[in-house]
C-alpha cells in the first residue's frame, strides 16, 4: 500500500476556537430594542381560561360545532337524513360564528395592546 497515507494525517489539527461575534447563551443587544421581563410558565389550564376570559364566543362556537356534529351524526345513524342536513348546516354556521369571533377577538387584541 504504498501511496497512501492513513486517516490521522490527512484530517487537520485541531485549531482553537474561531472567533464567536457574540454570546449565544444570552440574547443580542439590539440598539433601542428594551425587551419585556419574561411573564411566569402558565399551565394549560391558567391559559385556557385567560383566553376564554379574553373571548368567550370563541368556546362558545366550538362547543356548538361539536355539538351539531355529533348529534348530526347521531341522526344519520339513525337514518333521519333531512335532520342531518339541517345539523350539518348548523354546524358550518356554528364554524363559521367560531371563525369570525376568531378575527374579532385578534383585532381586538391588537387594538388594546397598542
Known amino acids: 500500500m504504498a501511496g497512501t497515507t492513513s486517516v490521522s494525517e490527512q484530517t487537520p489539527k485541531s485549531s ?10 444570552k440574547p443580542p443587544a439590539i440598539e433601542g430594542f428594551n425587551p419585556l421581563p419574561r411573564a411566569k410558565d402558565e399551565t394549560f389550564k391558567e391559559k385556557f381560561l385567560r383566553k376564554t376570559k379574553e373571548n368567550p364566543f370563541v368556546p362558545i362556537g366550538c362547543l356548538g360545532t361539536a355539538g351539531a356534529l355529533i348529534y348530526g351524526l347521531r341522526a344519520f345513524n339513525q337514518g333521519k337524513t333531512r335532520q342531518s342536513q ?20 385578534v383585532f381586538t387584541t391588537v387594538r388594546t395592546k397598542q
Open 16 to 25: 482553537p476556537p474561531a472567533f464567536v461575534p457574540f454570546d449565544f447563551s
Open 86 to 105: 339541517m345539523l350539518m348546516r348548523g354546524r358550518i354556521f356554528a364554524q363559521g360564528f367560531t371563525v369570525f369571533a376568531i378575527i374579532v377577538g
